[in-house]
Nanobody
């Protein structure tokens, strides 16, 4: 059974850092893209970062460029999102998403990040 489980969220003060993890299990097909999305309260879900199967990373959200980094482990079963210099605007649910094809992708249930003093 395919499963994505996010972890690492929590309460952090402005200016702090968090590293989110997304552990994957049950995948038997090639994962072409590993993505992190986030959804702030009252806002639509937005794409934050993408990592291709070849290791090419893209930060999509302009507001996090230079602060967030996406990476993965060598086994390609865990994807990370390192978040630095956090601001209250980074508060929200963070989801990982694995894309196997144009019609097949999987989501985790999310991990909550709260940036507040």
């Amino acid at each position: 059974q395919v499963q994505l489980v996010e972890s690492g969220g929590g309460l952090v003060q402005p200016g702090g850092s968090l590293m989110l993890s997304c552990a994957a299990s049950g995948f038997t097909s090639t994962v072409f893209l590993m993505r992190w999305y986030r959804q702030a309260p009252g806002k639509e879900r937005e794409l934050v970062a993408t990592l291709s199967r070849f290791g090419l990373s893209t930060i999509s959200a302009d507001s996090v460029k230079g602060r967030f980094t996406i990476s993965r482990d060598n086994a390609k079963t865990t994807v990370y999102l390192q978040m630095n210099s956090l601001t209250p605007e980074d508060t929200g649910m963070y989801y990982c998403n694995f894309v196997l094809s144009s019609s097949t992708n999987y989501w985790g249930k999310g991990t909550l990040v709260t940036v507040s003093s």
